[in-house]
């Protein structure tokens, strides 16, 4: 095993050398390579932190012996200053053990250190359309394989983990990963980012045909060929995606995911998918409105009234208890939940009947009614909510500090001077309502990938701010 990790290694490392976005886009394609574990010397690690610290360190040092600038971001203080309370957070928690404890460290290098490498290597490696087309289509290729075996696992039960899950009857699918909102975590801003894609690649046809007319396409119709096939690859994709969400019973990512497709659709500086968009959503309300049962299913997700909702608001309840009486500054420290929330606790709840107002009364008097609504509640690693995730990991300073990050991000879009960039800087940004609006549920960061991605779409962001050139057409 080691001598295979070793000439792995030794062949990335040509790779990066020889030609850095090849490397780069590798990466891109193998996020989901965090899932391959393994220690050296003692020291654990993942296939995906190892390609980002070869990937890094060899830019570095051509960087340096090749005598180029390196490029930087309006992000950099800010970033800074989360390095040194995301620091701070695992210094408090590996201090604060009773025996050193090293695991906070080991979340420190994969969620922070590693990533914000992986950003400034993007940053200085991504400059052309040509080098961005391989990243997108190493990012293609990466949900596919996550995608494919979701679709396959639907109808074989394979290499499901959980036998409830595996059972026909309640089957949820996990594609790779250890439990289904894994895939619908990752894939879900995937698909949103296609989805824009698809869109922009439409409206570019739709106007290439207005300026040149039927004769202009009939003297050269090698990029409508083009146009199709990408499309085609795109749909395709979309498609797989989607299905992986319904099939792994994501609700959050389907959510965030028609979030995202309505919030392009009604910032995108073109006409027809502005009034699409508002048909579609007059429609929807209007069918909600109707049909009962979707009224009933739309009020219990808005509400958070069925029992899932009821679980995730406990657990916001403890984890606010936590912080107000006792880590309101540091928050739980990194990688620290667990313990710190364990005195707030409740080992479970009553699920409560909004449409049974004499419920308190049968648990009361009932022991049926009683062994039927109770609902046990366990120890999740985080608190599935972006806001307290980031609060209990790095403290209300940190979660600030990605606050402001993300609202950088956004009104980031004013500083973009192509048209065409912005349009792409636009799908980012509905990436990111995705991310924010499955979050409000769910963990979207503290994951390998998933950090990767994160600081994927920031250095994304930069350069579509800083280069002239179109980079998606």
């Given at each position: 095993?080691?001598?295979i990790?070793i000439i792995f290694?030794?062949?990335?490392a040509?790779l990066?050398w020889?030609k850095?976005?090849?490397a780069?886009?590798f990466?891109?394609?193998?996020?989901?390579?965090?899932?391959?574990?393994?220690?050296?010397?003692?020291i654990?690690?993942t296939l995906?932190?190892?390609?980002?610290?070869?990937?890094?360190?060899?830019?570095?040092?051509?960087?340096i012996?090749?005598?180029q600038?390196?490029?930087?971001?309006k992000?950099?203080?800010?970033?800074l200053?989360?390095?040194?309370?995301?620091?701070?957070?695992a210094f408090?928690t590996?201090?604060?053990?009773?025996?050193?404890?090293?695991l906070p460290?080991?979340?420190?290098?994969?969620?922070f250190?590693?990533?914000?490498?992986?950003?400034?290597?993007?940053?200085?490696?991504?400059?052309?359309?040509?080098?961005?087309?391989?990243v997108?289509g190493?990012?293609w290729?990466?949900?596919?394989l996550?995608?494919?075996?979701?679709?396959?696992?639907?109808?074989?039960?394979?290499?499901?983990?959980?036998?409830?899950?595996r059972?026909?009857?309640?089957?949820?699918?996990?594609?790779?990963?250890g439990f289904?909102?894994?895939?619908g975590?990752?894939l879900?801003?995937?698909?949103?980012?296609?989805?824009g894609?698809?869109?922009?690649?439409?409206?570019?046809?739709?106007?290439?045909?207005?300026?040149?007319?039927l004769?202009?396409?009939?003297?050269?119709?090698s990029p409508f060929?083009?146009?199709?096939w990408?499309?085609?690859?795109?749909?395709?994709?979309f498609?797989?995606?989607v299905l992986?969400?319904?099939?792994?019973?994501?609700?959050?990512?389907?959510?965030?995911?028609?979030?995202?497709?309505?919030?392009?659709?009604l910032v995108?500086?073109?006409?027809l998918t502005?009034?699409?968009?508002?048909i579609?959503?007059?429609?929807c309300?209007?069918?909600?409105?109707?049909?009962?049962?979707?009224?009933?299913y739309?009020?219990?997700?808005?509400?958070?009234?069925?029992?899932?909702g009821q679980i995730?608001?406990?657990?916001?309840?403890?984890?606010?208890?936590?912080?107000?009486?006792?880590?309101?500054?540091?928050?739980?420290g990194?990688a620290?939940?667990q313990?710190a929330i364990?005195?707030y606790?409740?080992?479970?709840?009553?699920?409560?009947?909004?449409?049974?107002?004499d419920?308190?009364?049968?648990?009361r008097?009932?022991?049926?009614?009683r062994?039927?609504n109770w609902?046990?509640?366990?120890?999740?690693l985080?608190?599935?909510?972006?806001?307290?995730?980031?609060?209990s990991?790095?403290?209300?300073?940190?979660?600030g500090?990605?606050?402001?990050?993300?609202?950088?991000?956004f009104l980031?879009?004013?500083r973009?001077?192509?048209?065409?960039?912005?349009?792409?800087?636009?799908?980012?940004?509905?990436?990111?309502?995705?991310?924010?609006?499955?979050?409000?549920?769910?963990v979207?960061?503290?994951k390998?990938?998933?950090?990767?991605?994160?600081?994927m779409?920031f250095?994304?962001?930069?350069?579509?701010?800083k280069?002239?050139?179109?980079?998606?057409?």
């Amino acid at each position: 095993m080691l001598y295979i990790l070793i000439i792995f290694v030794l062949l990335f490392a040509y790779l990066a050398w020889r030609k850095p976005i090849w490397a780069l886009s590798f990466v891109v394609l193998a996020l989901p390579t965090y899932l391959l574990r393994f220690e050296i010397r003692n020291i654990p690690t993942t296939l995906l932190e190892i390609m980002i610290l070869v990937l890094f360190v060899v830019w570095l040092i051509k960087t340096i012996l090749e005598k180029q600038k390196i490029t930087f971001s309006k992000y950099k203080w800010w970033i800074l200053l989360l390095l040194v309370v995301a620091t701070v957070s695992a210094f408090v928690t590996s201090v604060g053990a009773q025996n050193f404890e090293p695991l906070p460290w080991g979340i420190w290098k994969a969620y922070f250190i590693e990533p914000i490498l992986f950003f400034l290597v993007f940053i200085n490696t991504v400059k052309t359309k040509k080098e961005w087309n391989l990243v997108v289509g190493a990012l293609w290729l990466s949900a596919f394989l996550v995608a494919i075996p979701a679709i396959i696992q639907k109808f074989t039960g394979w290499g499901i983990p959980n036998e409830f899950w595996r059972n026909e009857a309640t089957r949820r699918i996990t594609s790779w990963y250890g439990f289904p909102n894994a895939v619908g975590l990752y894939l879900a801003p995937i698909g949103m980012f296609f989805a824009g894609l698809l869109m922009q690649n439409k409206i570019n046809v739709i106007e290439k045909f207005k300026q040149n007319g039927l004769v202009g396409i009939g003297r050269d119709l090698s990029p409508f060929r083009k146009n199709f096939w990408k499309t085609i690859s795109i749909l395709f994709l979309f498609v797989l995606i989607v299905l992986s969400l319904i099939f792994a019973g994501s609700e959050g990512a389907l959510i965030g995911l028609v979030a995202g497709l309505i919030f392009l659709g009604l910032v995108y500086p073109y006409r027809l998918t502005r009034i699409a968009t508002l048909i579609c959503l007059l429609s929807c309300f209007l069918a909600f409105l109707i049909v009962p049962n979707w009224r009933e299913y739309a009020s219990e997700k808005f509400t958070m009234s069925d029992r899932s909702g009821q679980i995730r608001q406990q657990q916001w309840k403890e984890t606010w208890t936590m912080l107000k009486e006792d880590h309101q500054i540091l928050g739980g420290g990194l990688a620290n939940y667990q313990t710190a929330i364990k005195p707030y606790h409740a080992e479970g709840i009553w699920i409560k009947d909004k449409n049974d107002h004499d419920w308190i009364n049968k648990i009361r008097i009932s022991e049926e009614f009683r062994i039927k609504n109770w609902q046990p509640t366990e120890i999740y690693l985080y608190p599935h909510n972006i806001l307290l995730n980031f609060w209990s990991e790095i403290g209300i300073l940190g979660a600030g500090i990605m606050l402001v990050l993300v609202l950088k991000l956004f009104l980031g879009y004013l500083r973009v001077k192509s048209q065409e960039n912005k349009r792409m800087y636009l799908i980012l940004m509905s990436v990111f309502v995705v991310i924010l609006v499955h979050g409000l549920v769910d963990v979207p960061y503290f994951k390998n990938d998933l950090s990767v991605f994160w600081w994927m779409l920031f250095g994304l962001s930069v350069v579509l701010i800083k280069r002239k050139e179109i980079l998606i057409k």
